[in-house]
């Protein structure tokens, strides 16, 4: 299960970004997809997730209101759209497949190479 994500760069505070995770290979319809980062010095953690049906999602209470996941099943994608950008939210961001529920803990099946947002002035 290969998977790429895209769309990292460096933007200033309360800017915005979507993130994109494309799969190869396989139909990510049939699984569960969730994004999580991993700042400088940081343990990597779960930001957010999505169930195979698309209507189940969960969120790291910091990024509530400000980050949505979505899928685009036409084009075999799930973003991550994330608007107010902090410093705070500064990290390598990475993408994930896991068969099961919407869950947010590392244990995660396959995993994508990872995007860098840079948040700064």
């Known amino acids: 299960l290969q998977l790429v994500e895209s769309g990292g760069a460096l933007v200033q505070p309360g800017g915005s970004l979507r993130l994109s995770c494309a799969a190869s290979?396989?139909?990510?319809?049939?699984?569960?997809v969730g994004w999580f980062r991993q700042a400088p010095g940081k343990e990597r953690e779960g930001v957010s997730c999505?169930?195979?049906?698309?209507?189940?999602?969960d969120y790291l209470d910091s990024v509530k209101g400000r980050f949505a996941i979505s899928r685009d099943k036409a084009k075999n994608l799930v973003y991550l759209q994330m608007n107010n950008l902090q410093p705070e939210d500064t990290a390598v961001y990475y993408c994930a497949v896991d068969r099961g529920s919407c869950h947010m803990s590392l244990d995660y099946q396959s995993w994508g190479q990872g995007t860098q947002v840079i948040v700064s002035s």
């Open positions: 999505n169930s195979r049906s698309g209507y189940t999602t």
């Open positions: 290979g396989f139909t990510m319809d049939n699984y569960v």
